[in-house]
């Protein structure tokens, strides 16, 4: 099978190759194609993927390309792992947030909203050439906001593209642990949207063994998000929310935490990853070694300014691991390409198991895999203070999304101003002015 990753000079395509180089089974990838606009960040990551296939005897073949028609001909599976903009499209998303006073993260709030006015048109055409040169293909996006990329590539592709992340399966894993329970064998009831969803249950051999948790305050320290969000509040939401909830709880101590910071995530990204590539051109630096230490600074100061707010130090080695949303890639391919049937969360249209929502409206639930590709499992109602997040969050994509189809500056400001985390209509009209100033690409936004 062929693999293209589209975002292939991107820093995290050795985990995927990784996961790649463990699967030894008939039927696997055997060729994968790097497709990136940034020659230099293609050669860079080609080589750290060179020493990973090392004393690997049926390491999958790689090439990569600038061609993008080249690089979708043939594909099997699609990886869409891009960021339009970059990471200084990031910082400038951020910046601009910051000094509004509202958040600016890339995937909530404001910065996510900028970042799928850029990302939405860029991902549509993607889409339109896939279906065009590649129709077979299966595409998973791994772009974000991966819920909202993944529903404007669905009006083209449907079913054949599939989001996927990797926060519900790292924070499953996490509680399962912590239970005594193997992740392996635990049913997690999780619900809601990409970076907007909770735990409401975690079955082990048909008993759920979430109540067991809110109610231990020490089990609850012991882990990430126990800790995050403090054992009153998960008791009282008796569920446990997905770590990007934290931006949504704790709004304003995070936007100070964030405007107080010597330098923004993306900033800071951006910066780390500029010193990878610089290295990766002298064709004496290790290329693997280096790439694991950039990656581990990079996994250690996650959300540190979130960790900040709630006084709780440092990440436990136990929390540094993630869903490894590379392992979860992987069993998608396995699961579609040789029909093992599997249970994923994944993102994927709604059909009719969120109620409130149409059947169109991507979502991101447990859902059954196979050679049919992702179907949505039951799922209990969401509470009502779910129900008004997940719903005010997807009239903001659906904003987003029409906004990026009109060019209307007057939809772009109502895809802000509806944002549970942007406080203000006049807010909202500055940062499209803030936007439209740091992105060129956004002046299309020209239309009443």
């Not at 029909?339 to 109620?355: G, K, Q, Y």
């Not at 049919?372 to 499992?377: D, M, S, V, Y």
């Not at 990026?404 to 985390?421: I, Y």
Request: net charge negative; hydrophobic share 45%.
């Amino acid at each position: 099978m062929k693999l293209t990753i589209l975002g292939g000079g991107g820093f995290r395509v050795p985990l995927v190759y990784g996961a790649l180089l463990a699967d030894h089974a008939e039927g696997r990838v055997s060729a994968v194609t790097l497709y990136d606009t940034d020659a230099d960040r293609l050669t860079a990551v080609a080589r750290v993927l060179a020493e990973q296939a090392e004393n690997v005897p049926d390491a999958p073949a790689v090439d990569a390309t600038t061609d993008l028609d080249e690089a979708l001909r043939g594909a099997d599976f699609v990886f869409s792992a891009i960021r339009v903009g970059g990471l200084e499209g990031r910082a400038a998303d951020e910046r601009v947030a910051l000094d509004l006073g509202v958040l600016g993260q890339e995937t909530v709030g404001a910065g996510g909203i900028a970042y799928g006015l850029r990302t939405v048109p860029v991902a549509v055409d993607l889409a339109r050439r896939i279906a065009r040169l590649a129709p077979d293909a299966w595409v998973i996006n791994f772009t974000n906001p991966a819920g909202l990329v993944t529903e404007a590539m669905s009006r083209h592709l449907g079913d054949r593209v599939i989001g996927i992340c990797d926060s519900p399966v790292g924070l499953g894993r996490r509680i399962a642990r912590v239970l005594g329970a193997d992740p392996d064998r635990a049913r997690i009831d999780y619900v809601g949207l990409n970076h907007l969803g909770w735990v409401r249950g975690l079955r082990v051999d048909g008993r759920d063994e979430l109540p067991r948790l809110l109610a231990d305050p020490a089990l609850l320290g012991s882990f990430e998000e126990g800790r995050l969000f403090g054992a009153d509040w998960l008791r009282s939401l008796g569920a446990v929310p997905n770590e990007y909830l934290h931006y949504y709880y704790f709004n304003r101590e995070a936007v100070r935490a964030y405007q107080e910071a010597e330098q923004t995530r993306g900033a800071f990204l951006r910066e780390q990853q500029e010193g990878f590539y610089a290295r990766m051109k002298d064709p004496a630096a290790p290329a693997l070694a280096t790439w694991d230490r950039t990656r581990a600074e990079r996994e250690a100061t996650y959300m540190s300014e979130n960790r900040e707010v709630a006084g709780v130090g440092e990440r436990d080695g136990s929390d540094l691991e993630s869903g490894g949303y590379e392992q979860v890639a992987l069993a998608l391919m396995r699961a579609v390409a040789r029909d093992e049937r599997t249970t994923l969360i994944l993102n994927v249209p709604n059909r009719t198991t969120l109620p409130v929502l149409d059947a169109e409206a991507v979502i991101e639930v447990p859902c059954l895999v196979d050679a049919n590709g992702a179907r949505p499992l039951a799922v209990d109602p969401l509470p009502y203070h779910a129900v008004g997040l997940v719903t005010a969050v997807k009239a903001v994509e659906r904003a987003v999304l029409e906004a990026s189809e009109s060019g209307s500056r007057a939809t772009a400001v109502k895809a802000f101003a509806l944002h549970p985390l942007v406080d203000s209509v006049t807010v909202a009209e500055r940062l499209v002015d803030g936007y439209v100033e740091a992105h060129p690409a956004l002046a299309r936004l020209n239309r009443p």
